[in-house]
């Protein structure tokens, strides 16, 4: 199973709502990420967990918090966005190896704050 | 920014011709990757170069890397409609994270 899979699709959230978005694989990867991208731009990088361990946060706002409960699941709590949040949340995962290996994405949750 | 650029911004060809994008970075790397993203899907891989090749293939894709330069290209050969997509470099320094950063990408358009 190559597939990385992530709940929901899609989501529209008012700025006082606290959402989640879900990102699962079963391939064994020990890595995984959380990108965020806007229409016609690259993925920015914005979480990465390393042995379920929290290794980089590249400044993201405390209105996103990540979670990884287990080495297959990997979580984004979503609170008190603000429109300019509105994006396409990309999951990925690796194996282990600092940028050795291909990244497997999700399909994406596209996520639109009112 | 340490984002890397690619160049074109947009490419618009007919089906059966061959495309060809450049990446340009700004670190020492470890490897290079490419991706294509259809229209509002995850990226997909489609080859890694290491710093010590030169070239790469895979099926119709050709990959170049100069690490003097800095710079990689991507050639498509004998494209498809299916082709049309957006396709973007990857790197990851040598500092050893898993920081891997974009470049700018391509969007390729392939005329039937």
């Known amino acids: 199973d190559t597939e990385v899979t992530q709940t929901p699709k899609h989501l529209v959230m008012g700025m006082t709502n606290k959402k989640s978005l879900k990102c699962e694989q079963h391939?064994?990867?020990?890595?995984m990420y959380w990108y965020k991208q806007k229409a016609k731009k690259p993925p920015e990088l914005m979480f990465v967990?390393?042995?379920?361990?929290?290794?980089i946060n590249e400044s993201v706002p405390s209105r996103f918090s990540p979670e990884c409960p287990n080495s297959s699941l990997l979580n984004l709590h979503l609170h008190a966005l603000q429109p300019e949040d509105s994006a396409l949340y990309l999951c990925?995962?690796?194996?282990?190896?600092?940028?050795?290996?291909?990244?497997?994405f999700g399909p994406g949750t596209r996520l639109t704050v009112l | 920014s340490q984002q890397g650029e690619e160049d074109p911004q947009a490419l618009s060809i007919q089906e059966g011709e061959n495309a060809t994008m450049n990446c340009s970075y700004k670190?020492?790397?470890?490897?290079l990757q490419w991706y294509r993203q259809n229209s509002g899907r995850g990226l997909v891989h489609l080859i890694l170069?290491?710093?010590?090749?030169r070239e790469k293939h895979s099926g119709r894709l050709r990959v170049t890397l100069d690490t003097s330069k800095k710079s990689s290209s991507l050639l498509i050969t004998a494209s498809r409609a299916a082709d049309t997509a957006s396709y973007f470099c990857?790197?990851?320094?040598?500092?050893?994270?898993?920081?891997?950063?974009f470049g700018t990408g391509t969007r390729l358009k392939v005329l039937a």
């Open positions: 990925a995962s690796s194996q282990v190896g600092t940028g050795t290996y291909e990244q497997f």
């Open positions: 391939m064994g990867h020990r890595a």
């Open positions: 967990y390393s042995y379920e361990k929290l290794s």
């Open positions: 670190t020492s790397i470890n490897n």
């Open positions: 170069i290491r710093s010590n090749e």
């Open positions: 990857a790197t990851v320094s040598t500092s050893g994270t898993y920081k891997y950063i």
